[in-house]
């Protein structure tokens, strides 16, 4: 049994008479132990979808109007609050993309970062504090004990990432969603956090869901790839598999738009036309059929059906099996 | 590289912003070298590449070369003219010359003008035109070029997407007609998708109109893609120099080799077997740089002399300049003025 298995989620949003389907039908597993990606350009409903898990969406506007979240069999959405809250940070922790507003800044460090254990493990505020400080020394945080009683401002941005991942362990969760971890940090420390977070993964056998928009990111941590467009996941798969093998033409699109560093100057990037839908008023059919080179007449009217590729790996595309070679042979003519 | 006389060039270039006011409560007026010496040079079209982290005077530099900001010391020349001492009219028609493009398409566009007098704006301002109708056509021709709709020119920037209102700020760079552009940080407040369109306009647009362009980037990838040569920053100075793909293949400072190895590259097979060299610490602040090389703090070939010595851009191969005594080649060839 997975430990996370998500199956047909939707959450919306209702305002002024529009319905926004931010997720509209996602599914998919994260198995305890293993780093999952989640990739997704601004605005796909990358970030409602796990903040869905958590159940942080704001109601109203926001609901999950249909679906099941199950977390070790058990559906996190029939929970009652004092239920969920107890999930929160004892079974599944979040890191946030903003170090810089995700940390209160008139609390000190040492309670922020003592208070979930007292209420989650039972533990009194020393053993918290001591605790607290151990943690703090493993992400790499010099002089824990001095910095435990300072505040978030006098900490820099890859620090206050540091403490967020020590909060988010306190707890000794099974599964951390991490949204845009790294995002607002600079390229160095980008590296020494996900360094970070992936050996402590390894180490204590956490599940990590990397919610990103960064393919660099996903092929260097990831295990396996859910790959999100306007509000649906189109495409799925093994990390190898889905960079060797794309199946869904958005994922194409997005491997060939950007620039890699092993590339030289003057390889050329192709975009991905006009722009992502707006989640209000989705087109017919597919999703992504008016920004498709490979559409067919069939893509504007029917959503695609999945294409089950073998391993794990399939796509939402009545082409998957098909547009990679119309691309070949468009390209040698 | 043709030696030809370069479009741009900067000589020792500093920039130091004083912090504090010096008043009776305020703690001792302090000073932050934001960019100090640094010099380099601009072919016409060709593209720099400025790569570095935040705070390393990346931006500061590109907005002192145009006079955004005032220089400290040192010299910008363009076309083999110190543009430092210039003033008013021979200011104005030489800004005509560099223009800019900015990071953020949201803020960087005056929400209560339609966007057409933003791209004609500069067309105005410098007498480009001489009737109204040639300036209508003209901004007409602007919008094509940058792959925008001329009906679209009575709309307010609020109606753009962020990459229509990057074309936008391109278009309203491009109206002078001018030899070089800073374009900073262009690119680095898109999506992934739209981030491709723009770039392939910047590199249609310097093959049309001969362009050079300083592009200044924090994503080594963006950088590398577009740019012939790149510069990379750290705290206020130059580190390395060198073409694309030799400063990719043999990166000669730790600084570079370590941001090389930072950068994912978004294909699992490599990404198995690259080295990886992960740096400690963080950028020490400008208010209290490290003494000798900046980067010694943090460098793994940091030795006893580095703290000592603020070492200079040199030759460590063709071409190819870099600021570590401990680099290869380094020394072995004269220091370049």
């Not at chain 1, 010099?142 to 990432?161: L, T």
């Not at chain 2, 940058?146 to 679209?152: E, I």
Request: proline share 7%; net charge negative.
């Amino acid at each position: 049994m997975p430990l996370l298995q998500i199956n047909n989620l939707k959450t919306h949003f209702f305002s002024d008479g529009t319905v926004t389907k931010a997720v509209d039908g996602v599914s998919y597993d994260v198995e305890a132990g293993e780093t999952v990606a989640l990739v997704g350009e601004s605005g796909c409903g990358k970030s409602v979808s796990s903040l869905s898990i958590m159940q942080l969406i704001p109601q109203p506007p926001g609901k999950i109007v249909d679906g099941e979240i199950l977390f070790d069999g058990q559906n996190l959405l029939s929970l009652n609050r004092e239920e969920m809250r107890r999930m929160r940070g004892r079974e599944i922790a979040m890191i946030f993309q903003e170090p810089m507003t995700s940390l209160n800044p008139v609390i000190s460090i040492e309670t922020q970062l003592t208070e979930a254990m007292t209420l989650q493990l039972g533990i009194t505020s020393n053993q918290a504090r001591k605790k607290g400080i151990d943690l703090l020394e493993r992400v790499g945080i010099p002089e824990p004990e001095v910095r435990v009683r300072q505040y978030p401002h006098e900490f820099s941005g890859g620090m206050r990432q540091r403490v967020m991942v020590a909060m988010a362990l306190s707890c000794e969760p099974k599964l951390i969603i991490a949204d845009e971890p790294t995002t607002a940090l600079d390229v160095t420390i980008q590296a020494q956090i996900l360094d970070l977070l992936k050996d402590l993964a390894a180490e204590r056998e956490l599940a990590l869901l990397i919610i990103t928009h960064n393919l660099g990111v996903v092929a260097r941590y990831a295990d396996r790839i859910n790959i999100m467009y306007a509000g649906r996941f189109i495409e799925s798969g093994t990390c190898k598999d889905i960079f060797a093998d794309p199946r869904h033409p958005y994922t194409l699109g997005l491997l060939e738009s950007i620039p890699r560093l092993d590339q030289p100057k003057g390889s050329k990037l192709i975009p991905i036309p006009g722009q992502p839908p707006d989640l209000a008023g989705l087109p017919s059919g597919c999703n992504f059929q008016p920004r498709c080179r490979f559409a067919q007449e069939r893509c504007a009217v029917e959503y695609p059906d999945v294409t089950d590729i073998g391993n794990g790996h399939w796509s939402a595309c009545w082409e998957a099996n098909t547009f990679k070679i119309t691309a070949e042979s468009g390209s040698t003519n | 590289m043709t030696s030809t006389t370069p479009l741009l060039e900067v000589r020792n270039l500093s920039k130091e912003f004083p912090v504090g006011s010096g008043g009776i409560l305020s703690r001792k007026k302090q000073i932050i070298k934001a960019v100090q010496d640094v010099s380099f040079s601009i072919q016409p079209g060709e593209t720099l590449g400025l790569v570095g982290e935040s705070g390393s005077g990346k931006t500061t530099l590109g907005r002192s070369i145009i006079r955004l900001h005032e220089p400290t010391s040192g010299e910008v020349l363009l076309d083999g003219k110190n543009i430092l001492n210039l003033r008013h009219s021979a200011l104005q028609a030489t800004r005509r010359r560099m223009q800019i493009i900015f990071q953020d398409p949201y803020s960087s566009l005056d929400p209560r003008m339609n966007v057409g007098n933003i791209v004609g704006e500069g067309l105005l301002i410098h007498n480009l035109t001489n009737s109204k109708n040639e300036y209508r056509g003209r901004v007409e021709d602007l919008f094509e070029l940058v792959g925008l709709s001329p009906l679209m020119m009575g709309r307010f920037p609020h109606e753009f997407s962020g990459g229509q209102r990057q074309r936008i700020g391109i278009a309203r760079a491009l109206a002078v007609e001018p030899d070089f552009i800073v374009c900073d940080e262009p690119v680095s407040a898109l999506d992934v998708s739209i981030q491709a369109q723009i770039l392939n306009l910047f590199e249609e647009l310097q093959e049309r109109l001969n362009l050079a362009y300083l592009f200044v980037a924090h994503d080594l990838s963006v950088v590398r893609h577009i740019s012939d040569r790149i510069a990379v920053m750290y705290l206020g100075r130059i580190v390395e120099i060198a073409e694309g793909d030799e400063l990719y293949r043999n990166p000669s400072h730790p600084y570079t080799q370590a941001l090389i190895s930072g950068i994912p590259i978004p294909d699992p097979v490599i990404e198995e077997t690259r080295d990886r060299i992960v740096l400690t610490g963080e950028i020490p602040s400008p208010l209290n740089p490290p003494t000798g090389c900046v980067f010694n703090p943090r460098c793994p070939l940091s030795d006893e002399r580095c703290p000592k010595i603020v070492p200079e851009l040199r030759t460590v191969s063709h071409d190819h300049l870099s600021a570590c005594i401990n680099a290869d080649g380094y020394g072995a060839v004269g220091a370049i003025t």
